[in-house]
């Protein structure tokens, strides 16, 4: 028999709080749960209050001592204190929190138990959408914040940890979006490899449902970090006919040495791997990625490692970011500093080796059937868009019009090899 899981609560602040305290008690009973002191419990909730100053450092205060005399115990915080999105960073941020229920959710208090007990962080997103003014493309944020930590990226001090929204807020908003006769839908969010949640245990589940959703329409990922495709992933994207055949990966250095100081978790080899395993299952894939350059002590030849590392497996669009130092971060503590006028030049040097694989891409593309969003009017009156595989197309506006999707064959490429002209 499972033992229950043993709960208790606290409350600041004013008599409508006190009130609340016991809907959120009721519901916590509900679940099975049993009530017990600070010390005792599995799961302390804290009902916190902002009124004051004071408030806000007794609940801070309140939360060190609870995780201090009981290290083992999962901290809730709802409350006054989790209604600002400045304030929730702040709580996300703690290290002795576990989940941050915002203050007008407290009454969802079971779904969110729920999740913690699953190991998945969900959380209520508050940026729900109807449409997506002068796009035909819709975004749609499924995951916020990043459990990763690399060496360079502040996220995870700003964001907080990784929270997932909640499945059916997902699909909910994808079939309205669709039905608004958006017809693309691109998942997005920090880290959305990290995407779970009870009853759906990764963003291929996700992907693979909101795939099946009926109607005329193609999905993409905004981005997903190497570590998060697995054959899952894999198996879901290629053998769905609506998911697009384009996918952001970033890369950040081919060289190990800087993989490992930027601690990503994978090394140059496994990335190719993955990239070798998903073009087995998807000849056309577009694989874009980006790619930081001067990263503290990036010598000559880690930077030589990452072009011939590019030159293998030959990305469709490569971003290239000079580093950035941001505060606070281990990266900003490291030394080996790569002079500024280095780090141009190298930027310099892979945005040629990017355009050049940019252009063999796009190439790779006349005389082939493709399937055109149309995004835009160019200045001509030509209409533009990209195909699944995120090719830039020009085609003339007799083919077709904004936001539909069209079937088209690649005609010739223009001389810089920016886009495909459409016939
Ligand atoms: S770079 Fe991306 S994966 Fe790494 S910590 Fe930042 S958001 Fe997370």
């Known amino acids: 028999m499972k033992v229950p899981t043993k ?7 004013c008599k409508v709080n006190q009130y609340e305290e016991q809907v959120i008690r009721e519901k916590v009973l509900d679940m099975g749960y049993v009530e017990t002191d600070p010390k005792d419990a599995d799961i302390f909730i804290l009902n916190s209050c902002t009124v004051t100053g004071e408030a806000d450092r007794k609940t801070l205060q309140l939360i060190r001592r609870v995780k201090r005399d009981n290290p083992g115990v999962r901290v809730v915080v709802t409350g006054c204190y989790a209604v600002v999105e400045k304030d929730i960073e702040t709580l996300r941020a703690m290290p002795e929190v576990d989940m941050v229920v915002p203050g007008k959710d407290k009454t969802r208090i079971k779904e969110f138990l729920g999740c913690l007990e699953d190991n998945a962080r969900v959380g209520v997103f508050d940026q729900g959408i ?21 060496s360079y990226c502040k996220v995870n001090i700003v964001r907080g940890p990784s929270v997932s929204r909640p499945y059916e807020d997902i699909m909910a908003e994808v079939k309205t979006l669709i039905s608004k006769g958006y017809r693309e839908v691109v998942l997005t969010g920090i880290c959305i490899g990290a995407w779970k949640v009870p009853g759906h245990s990764s963003i291929a589940a996700l992907i693979d449902n909101v795939c099946r959703i ?52 994978y090394t140059s080899t496994q990335f190719k791997d993955i990239v070798s395993r998903l073009r087995r299952e998807m000849p056309f894939l577009g694989i874009s990625t980006d790619i930081i350059v001067g990263f503290p002590g990036e010598r000559s030849s880690d930077f030589n490692a990452t072009r011939e590392f590019v030159q293998q497996i030959k990305p469709s669009r490569i971003h290239v970011f000079p580093y950035s130092d941001r505060p606070g971060t281990s990266a900003s503590r490291m030394e080996g500093r790569v002079p500024v006028q280095e780090v141009k030049n190298r930027v310099k040097i892979l945005l040629e080796d990017g355009k050049h694989l940019q252009k063999m891409f796009c190439k790779s593309f006349i005389e082939k059937d493709i399937e055109v969003l149309v995004e835009a009017k160019s200045y001509d009156g030509a209409i533009e868009g990209y195909t699944a595989e995120y090719v830039r197309v020009r085609a003339h506006k007799s083919h077709g019009s904004y936001g539909e999707i069209l079937r088209l064959k690649g005609a010739f490429s223009d001389p810089e090899g920016c886009f495909l002209i459409a016939e």
């Open 7 to 13: 709960f208790s609560i606290k409350t600041l602040g």
């Open 130 to 150: 109807s449409g997506f003014s002068g796009h035909s493309r819709a975004f749609v944020k499924v995951q916020d914040g990043c459990d990763q930590r690399c």
């Open 214 to 265: 009926d109607g005329n329409f193609r999905v993409r990922v905004s981005s997903i970090e190497p570590n998060h495709i697995d054959e899952r992933f894999i198996k879901t994207v290629s053998s769905s006919k609506k998911f697009c055949r384009h996918i952001h990966i970033p890369l950040q250095s081919g060289s190990d040495t800087i993989l490992e100081k930027m601690k990503r978790r």
